[in-house]
Each structure stands twice: as C-alpha cells, then as structure tokens.
C-alpha cells in the first residue's frame, strides 16, 4: 500500500537520537496507529511497548533482534517483526524510510 486514506496525521514529530531520528503518527478511523519516518546513519537502540512491524521503505538497516546474538540486513520492501516489551538495535548505514505498525495483542 503506497498510501493511507482517512487518516488522521499528529502534526507534532516524534523526535530521538538528537533529530537523527524523527517519525509522524498517523491514527487510522479504527484506531489502529502507525509511524512514518526517517533515520539518518547512526546506530540506536528501541524499546517496544506494543508489539511492532517495521517496513522498510527506502534506505537499508542492520538489525539485531531480542534473542538473536546477530544483525540481519533489511532493505527497501523488507518487513521484519519486533515482539512487545522488548528491545533491538539498529545500525543505519544510509538515510532509511520506514512505516511502523503498532499491533494490540
């Protein structure tokens, strides 16, 4: 889906790592949410409340996730899924386009 219709878009951005790091939150009319963002070269650690699927949209990263002792590379058109109440580590090689789905369990 190369676009989001009937939404409402939060106007104040979500910003970390000092702005190398910033995202937008849409709500959907059922209330699901998600983010759309950008993060520029760096390496960051997040923590989940819910449980997440990042989509790479542009751009590549590195990931390490709960559990795993390696990074897997994902690149545009790349899905990878982060469990809720965890954390994982991302190394940003080039400027990354992602869309973040937060999913009630």
Do not use: Q
């Amino acid at each position: 889906m190369s676009e989001f219709k009937n939404v409402t878009a939060v106007k104040k951005a979500n910003v970390y790592f000092d702005g190398n790091v910033t995202s937008r939150t849409i709500i959907f009319e059922d209330g699901e949410r998600k983010t759309l963002g950008i993060m520029l070269p760096g390496d960051y650690e997040f923590g989940t409340g819910d449980k997440e699927a990042m989509e790479i949209l542009g751009g590549s990263m590195d990931v390490k996730l709960p559990g795993s002792d390696k990074f897997v590379t994902y690149k545009e058109g790349d899905t990878f899924m982060v469990p809720a109440n965890s954390k994982f580590s991302l190394i940003v090689k080039e400027v990354a386009d992602y869309c973040c789905s937060y999913i009630k369990e």
